[in-house]
């Protein structure tokens, strides 16, 4: 039994030796690592066993580079479903509202204090962590520090970018007491239950718990850092998201939408409130796409904050409407909305 454990340890060992490559080779990673012994005291030898052990990330790879994909065959009524239609069943799946209103009171206490500090409301602070990590069981399978090597120093459109990332999470990973190889996160190199990337650390993650650590895999850090974030991009408590409007016909396509286009409402002619909108400021036209018509949504200065997350209105509707789904879930199985 030793010699067939003894074998099946070489085997792995082996294995692992195969997939991994040896980053210190390339110039630009020998350039990369005096910088972070130099600029920021990084042990040299720990920097370069890193490096020479990374295992490369073909699926993270293949994100920013077509030609590593797999062909994908569209299923044959790709076309006719809408846009909207396909994020909702991406987005909406069984479960998603009933997990996240047991989320919601499973962490009321850290909700409410997020609230009473940063004034975000409690649903959209567990619509994101919903939607970012289904609650904390999904938070990413990739390794981060080897995601991030590979997309810093192989060749894809946003090497600059992740090499920033990269230098950031070694310096997080060095705040906190965390070993590199340790950490899992997205195919992106997003980490936690909220999924921020490594350059948010610093600036947006809180020690929320009191623990001395800032941990986005900590659900009451990731909690108040989420509500951090989005006081940060100036989120106006008691303030309306969104709503939808009516218009004529069945297509819209009478002014620009989108949240980069921001007007009067008086200057939207024919274009009316379902129900009532307590909002005075300028709003943004959102267009959802579906099989047969568009909806239309105002969208107000608290949706364009939730598109500083992820800058996709489609992103930001998904939120507020999870947001509203738990939040009425809520209600009506505990009789009060949680503040």
Request: aromatic fraction near 14%; proline fraction near 4%; hydrophobic fraction near 30%.
């Amino acid at each position: 039994m030793k010699i067939i454990k003894l074998l099946l340890l070489t085997l792995l060992l082996f294995s692992s030796m195969l997939s991994a490559k040896n980053y210190t080779k390339k110039r630009e990673v020998r350039v990369f690592i005096d910088r972070m012994v130099k600029h920021y005291h990084f042990n040299r030898s720990e920097l370069n066993h890193l490096f020479a052990t990374a295992k490369y990330q073909k699926r993270a790879h293949a994100i920013y580079v077509p030609s590593l994909r797999p062909k994908w065959v569209r299923p044959k009524n790709y076309k006719r479903i809408g846009s909207w239609d396909r994020y909702e069943q991406i987005f909406f799946k069984q479960g998603k509202v009933e997990k996240g209103i047991k989320y919601m009171h499973d962490h009321r206490h850290d909700l409410q204090r997020a609230y009473r500090k940063y004034g975000v409301e409690p649903e959209y602070i567990t619509a994101i962590i919903g939607i970012e990590s289904h609650y904390g069981y999904n938070r990413g399978k990739f390794p981060v520090f080897d995601t991030l090597t590979t997309l810093a120093f192989e060749p894809n459109r946003r090497q600059k970018f992740y090499r920033s990332e990269l230098k950031e999470f070694l310096l997080m990973t060095k705040r906190e007491g965390v070993n590199p190889k340790n950490v899992m996160g997205s195919y992106a190199g997003a980490i936690g239950l909220g999924q921020f990337m490594p350059s948010n650390y610093k600036t947006f993650v809180v020690d929320f718990n009191n623990d001395g650590h800032k941990q986005m895999n900590n659900h009451t850090d990731a909690i108040g850092s989420v509500a951090h974030y989005f006081k940060r991009h100036h989120w106006k408590k008691h303030q309306p998201v969104a709503t939808r409007v009516s218009y004529p016909g069945t297509r819209y396509k009478g002014h620009k939408t989108g949240y980069k286009h921001k007007y009067n409402r008086r200057s939207l002619k024919n274009i009316t409130p379902k129900e009532p909108f307590a909002y005075n400021g300028k709003v943004y036209l959102i267009k959802l796409k579906r099989t047969n018509h568009d909806e239309l949504w105002y969208g107000t200065h608290n949706f364009y904050v939730i598109t500083r997350y992820n800058h996709s209105s489609y992103y930001a509707m998904v939120v507020h409407q999870l947001a509203q789904k738990i939040k009425a879930g809520y209600k009506k199985k505990y009789g009060t909305v949680l503040r």
